[in-house]
């Protein structure tokens, strides 16, 4: 049997400690992690870019998963999720639920899913209880209430140290 791969998708933006939380996990589960960084245009523009996204992922998640379990990419195409599964030989698809309101939004997607790929197979992870009301809506909104202090908690050390650059760079302007 070969290696089971899974693909996690998602904007991260930023990634959270519940979302890092949720990729560690899912390597106990799966051989390989596809990470997939997802650009919204019709949403508003976010904290981070997508490419440095990438790279907060890629310094949150560290270079020993990297280099065995974890690959960390740009959804550059405007494609379905189910079709970059099947083109990465995926046969899941990772979510992180955090709430039953969550699990609404969650459940009608993976129904969709399954209509348009019946095999790639949605599942659900729930993350530690200290990360269950984290979301980088509540982090980018906090940041911006209080600054880095207030989101100690909740981020990986690489997205403390770009809140603190937009810190420091709006200082200087």
């Not at 809506?137 to 937009?166: D, H, N, T, W, Y």
Request: glycine content about 4%.
């Amino acid at each position: 049997m070969g290696k089971t791969i899974a693909v996690y998708p998602g904007s991260f933006d930023p990634i959270t400690n519940g979302h890092l939380d949720i990729i560690k996990r899912a390597t106990y589960l799966f051989d390989k992690v596809h990470v997939l960084v997802a650009h919204n245009p019709a949403k508003k523009t976010g904290m981070f870019n997508p490419n440095h996204r990438v790279e907060l992922i890629k310094n949150a998640v560290g270079p020993q998963l990297l280099s065995s379990h974890v690959e960390v990419d740009y959804m550059r195409e405007l494609v379905a999720t189910v079709d970059l599964c099947t083109d990465l030989g995926a046969r899941a698809m990772i979510r992180g639920l955090r709430s039953v309101t969550d699990f609404d939004s969650e459940f009608e997607l993976a129904i969709a899913n399954q209509e348009l790929a019946d095999h790639i197979e949605t599942v659900f992870l729930v993350p530690q209880p200290w990360n269950h009301f984290t979301s980088s809506s509540k982090v980018r909104e906090m940041f911006k209430l209080r600054g880095s202090k207030a989101v100690i908690k909740l981020v990986p050390e690489s997205v403390l140290r770009a809140f603190q650059a937009l810190e420091e760079l709006e200082k200087t302007t």
